[in-house]
């Protein structure tokens, strides 16, 4: 784990440093666009996006993706982004709309992860929703993402093959 502090330039420098060193990394980001958010991106191979069903989350995704743009015209191999659909009730006209919205938006979208009493249950049992419910709708929703996920990874890992060929 990496426990360095974010809150200034020099900070995030020291800790994007480790992070490189370490392969694969999954970083969960605050929501909001700052210093921590900024350095993962900025190493970022892939940027998951999750976006709620309302217009504050959309605008939220909005800033996000011109994040990912940002990181894409300073490196070469920019970071794919796969936004995620989430908390969504499909009952809804908003949840019905997300997915639609989200593809205007120009960037992959991966299947929707819906509002789940599962997903609750699971956090508070301290488990992760397959180990607590699996075979359960919401464990269907996530491995639905996984499978989205290795598929936006093995394009990435295709075309820097490519790259480098």
């Known amino acids: 784990m990496i426990a360095l502090p974010l809150d200034n330039e020099r900070g995030a420098g020291r800790w994007v440093e480790r992070a490189l060193q370490l392969g694969d990394v999954v970083i ?9 958010t900024r350095a993962a991106v900025g190493i970022a191979d892939i940027v998951l996006i999750p976006c709620g069903p309302s217009m504050a989350d959309i605008r939220a995704t ?3 993706i011109e994040l990912v743009g ?12 796969l936004l995620v659909p989430s908390r969504v009730d499909m009952r809804t006209a908003a949840g019905k709309e997300l997915s639609g919205a989200l593809k205007a938006l120009g960037e992959p979208v991966a299947p929707v992860v819906r509002q789940r009493v599962a997903f ?10 397959g180990d607590y419910a699996r075979g ?16 936006v990874s093995n394009g990435k890992a295709k075309r820097a093959r490519k790259r480098r060929a």
């Not at 969960?28 to 921590?36: Q, R, S, Y």
């Not at 609750?120 to 929703?129: E, K």
């Open 28 to 36: 969960d980001c605050p929501p909001h666009l700052e210093t921590a």
């Open 62 to 64: 909005v800033a996000a």
């Open 70 to 81: 940002q990181a894409r015209e300073a490196r070469t191999r920019g970071p794919v982004c």
């Open 120 to 129: 609750v249950d699971a956090w508070s049992a301290g488990q992760w929703v």
């Open 136 to 151: 359960s709708d919401a464990h269907q929703d996530i491995e639905a993402l996984a499978k989205a996920i290795g598929r």
